[in-house]
């Protein structure tokens, strides 16, 4: 047995807070928190406004829309499932209303295609049996 | 508060590998060497305060620690800054001396992750494992790569930091890596994680290391033989994630650098020396910005121009920092900042009067800032 086999994939846990944004994914949608008391936005899902610290939260769709703050390339495995991706990358993005979030930029020719503040758009992807936001080069 | 406190002592064990040592014994060692440099008894120590081993959480550590070494302290415990613990605590400690919560302190960390557990450095950010986001380097290779777009950084210009900090390393009988190495050494090591090379990223090493804090006052009346008075701390802390901060390429060094210089009432101009902490290049590259001692996106430029190597404006990691003396966080380049301020470096700077010293944990997440003077 590799030790690829020895370790699962480290799926998201979902639990009652976050499932909202795994189950919009799965509807081919990326969502975030909206303050209903101050309007501010924000991803990864919270109980409590981390600005006026309200609970009254609402889960809004985002538009797909996203820029590129800035990406690294593995070159090494830190985690044995992802030894046969080398060399993946891992980026941090931007979308258009506002929260940040880790992703995967995806459809690349080549890694110098990247550049930061380049416009992106969402591509909603499979990994394991869920649903996961990539994003890829906006059409311009 | 300028002055008010001095470290009278400060004591390591021999840094790189442990085999089979306890952190405990660790401590016990380093607390002994820094009691004995002070030239005090152990009785003496009223104030314990303890950054615990960040490769494996214990709970109560620090309590544990202060019984295994015979001491019961008016004040103390741990704190929890990741890499910016150290120095923190030192502020801490001189809190409490001039509240008149303890007379004597120690300060002290030790870690065993080389021959040990490192698993506290491989572990995933938040829930994004599902995007391959593990690690520690990854985190600060963000960082670097933001910096570079941003602002031109260049890969030689990281490079300059390495190559500086394991020139000062040779040249210091104590380093755990005593092998300078050039630029086209630099250039040609492995990328870990682009941009980040494997000589971008400080060494893992067991050891531990200690300081001995009391009043100024206090060390006269005991004859301490070299007192360095601390003229300034401060610190500060962005998000955990990097993920989440508005700006990757500025820093709580900034407001930390700021509150220490404006207690210590000089300017960044001032600073003779300074010990940088380098667990990554990028690391030490933006921290200099955020203090001062260059503009914001400048701190390529300034290294590579030789600003911190011995003679340089700036002489930087003067006992190898932890790209080279040893990869523990940071209480021994606040040692290297004493011997500077006693005259007693290996890499000494000549009139050295003030020394400035960072720290920092998470992936530039918390930060924290020391000025001393003589």
């Known amino acids: 047995m590799s030790k690829e086999d020895a370790v699962a994939f480290p799926i998201p846990v979902i639990n009652e807070i976050n499932a909202p944004y795994w189950e919009s994914l799965r509807h081919q949608q990326l969502s975030f928190q909206k303050c209903a008391a101050c309007d501010n936005k924000w991803l990864p899902a919270r109980t409590e406004c981390p600005r006026c610290l309200s609970p009254e939260i609402r889960w809004v769709a985002a538009s797909g829309d996203a820029r590129l703050i800035s990406w690294v390339v593995y070159r090494k495995a830190f985690h044995p499932s992802f030894a046969d991706r080398l060399p993946y990358n891992v980026a941090v993005v931007e979308l258009n209303e506002g929260p940040r979030l880790i992703s995967n930029i995806v459809d690349l020719e080549g890694l110098n295609e990247l550049a930061i503040e380049m416009p992106l758009q969402l591509v909603v992807r499979d990994e394991h049996g869920v649903a996961i936001p990539a994003f890829r080069k906006a059409n311009t | 508060m300028r002055g ?110 080389k021959s040990g557990t490192r698993q506290a450095y491989q572990r995933a950010w938040g829930s994004d494992e599902v995007f391959g986001w593990f690690g520690i380097p990854p985190g600060y290779a963000m960082i670097a790569q933001r910096h570079m777009q941003q602002y031109g950084t260049t890969a030689e210009q990281l490079g300059a930091i390495s190559v500086a900090c394991r020139k000062n390393g040779a040249n210091n009988p104590n380093a755990q890596l005593r092998k300078p190495i050039t630029l086209e050494d630099y250039m040609a090591s492995d990328l870990i994680v682009d941009p980040l090379r494997r000589d971008d990223c400080c060494l893992v090493s067991d050891g ?78 933006m921290t200099l910005e955020d203090y001062g001692f260059c503009e914001a996106g400048q701190g390529g430029k300034f290294v590579e121009d030789g600003g911190i190597e011995l003679g340089g404006n700036l002489p930087m990691n003067t006992s190898g920092g932890l790209l080279s003396e040893t990869g523990m966080p940071g209480m021994q380049m606040v040692i290297e900042g004493v011997r500077q301020m006693r005259g007693t470096s290996y890499n000494q700077v000549d009139k050295a009067k003030f020394c400035a010293i960072s720290n920092q944990g998470g992936v530039m997440h918390t930060h924290s800032t020391l000025i001393l003077g003589q």
């Open chain 2, 208 to 285: 531990g290391a200690a300081v001995v804090l009391m009043s100024a006052s206090k060390a006269k009346e005991l004859g301490v033989e070299q007192p360095v008075p601390i003229l300034g701390y401060g610190q500060g802390q962005t998000s955990l994630e990097v993920a989440l901060r508005p700006d990757l390429t500025t820093t709580a060094a900034k407001i930390s650098a700021q509150t220490a210089f404006a207690a210590a009432g000089i300017k960044p101009s001032d600073i003779d020396v300074a010990q940088i902490y380098d667990c990554f290049t990028i690391t030490a590259l």
């Open chain 2, 4 to 113: 008010n406190v001095v470290i009278a002592g400060i004591g390591h064990t021999s840094f790189g590998r442990h085999e089979g040592r306890s952190t405990y014994s660790l401590n016990a060692e380093a607390t002994r060497n820094a009691l004995q440099d002070a030239g005090i008894e152990k009785e003496r120590v009223d104030g314990l305060f303890v950054k615990f081993p960040t490769s494996n959480f214990e709970f109560m550590y620090g309590q544990k620690l202060a019984e295994s070494m015979g001491i019961t302290p008016r004040i103390g415990g741990v704190w929890d800054q990741g890499g910016a613990a150290n120095a923190s605590l030192i502020g801490f400690a001189s809190m409490a001396i001039e509240a008149g919560q303890c007379d004597v302190a120690v300060v002290t960390f030790a870690d065993n992750p």
